[in-house]
């Protein structure tokens, strides 16, 4: 007995660093793909260094509800893969110790990663998620011409709609601008002009849009008239909304909803729509994937003990395709939960059973010493390889 402990002590503290170092680059994985866009916002916008440390800040716990379980799949795959390609498994077995014996630092290990999952679902999300939420909205306010997209109509600015349809984003320079001012009682204008400039005075909370060889429409609804003037260069103001605590705050989103937010939602909703549906399926993810966290771990033990003979390499990328299959139930749970075809709560807890069924079943295959045929597929793969390069 106390030789099993020891063996799970030793086993447990190897988990550590191999999660730590997971955990880091799943991460900036994750935050490659909004590097672009960040990049952008820097070199276009002139946003300082401190609110895109912010944004990546409020992102991560987003990330790490996905990171989280992965590391922790990962780890014990490594885990496992360096203690069975060194003969540790067989000497462990040799001393009279079963694989299932050695579960307990598994579950201890995958216990603490659920906790952490479950930890950011529970507060690291919404929190994220709204934070994100006021700081863009502030930016935006800063620096109108974030807001401006090409061939986009932009209807944020109160009583007008602008269209541009190129942006060159150093120059702030405009081509083939289109407006629509109703901030006028009873009067439209419209503004066409091939080019034009623009200026953010946030200061004043004023954006300037200067405009060149245009014309403008003007038209009296209640008079029934109708004037066009051209012009060499025009000059309209618009106001930017500041974000105050006195604004009418727009409906959160299921993301950054609170569990108990989402719970009320759910429980007073009268309508079953699409955001009824989204509102449930965010519910119950907030709880699957923490919980995930045991299946994915549970199938990565007997996939690093069989993988022996193979290339660790292709442990590894055999514990990739399975958590891509996880999320890939995931994600069709959620595609057809959206519409209600689907419920969200088979939907959401679905890829944990089948994930975990899959890893029962290996591990008591691997525990009476039945092969997975993980090296026949890998000798498979090597020999489709080699054929398919010549």
Known sequence: M??????????????????????????????????????????NYDIRLSIILRMILYQTPYFLIFVIPLSVMITILLTFLRLSSENEILAIKCGGISLYALLAPVFAFCFIGSFLTIFMTL??????RSALRELTNEVVSASVDIGLKERTFNDSFSGVTIYVNEIDLRNKDLVDVFIE?????????????PTGKIFNDPQNAVAHLILFNGNILQTNL??????????????????????????????KRPKEMTI???????RDSHTKDQKYFNAQLELHRRFSIPFGCFALGLLAVPLGVQARSAKRSFGLVLGLVFFLLYYLLM???????????????????????IIGGVGVYFLIRTANERTLKVDMIYAWLQHFISKWGR
């Open 331 to 353: 994600s069709l749970g959620k595609v057809y939960g959206e519409t209600g075809a689907y419920p969200p709560l088979i939907g959401m807890w679905l890829p944990n059973v």
């Open 222 to 251: 209640k008079q029934k008239t109708a004037h066009s003037i051209q012009f060499d260069t025009y000059d309209i103001s618009l106001e930017i909304e500041r974000p105050t605590g006195k604004k009418k705050k727009k409906p």
């Open 2 to 43: 106390k030789i099993t402990s020891l063996i799970n002590r030793y086993i447990f503290k190897e988990f550590a660093s191999p999660f730590t170092v997971n955990v880091l680059l799943f991460t900036f994985i994750f935050l490659m793909a909004e590097l672009i866009q960040i990049t952008n916002w820097i070199v």
């Open 123 to 128: 507060y690291g999300q919404s929190w994220g």
């Open 260 to 266: 108990g937010e989402l719970s009320r939602y759910v």
């Open 181 to 193: 001012d109703k901030r006028q009682r009873d009067k439209v204008n419209t503004v066409i002009a």
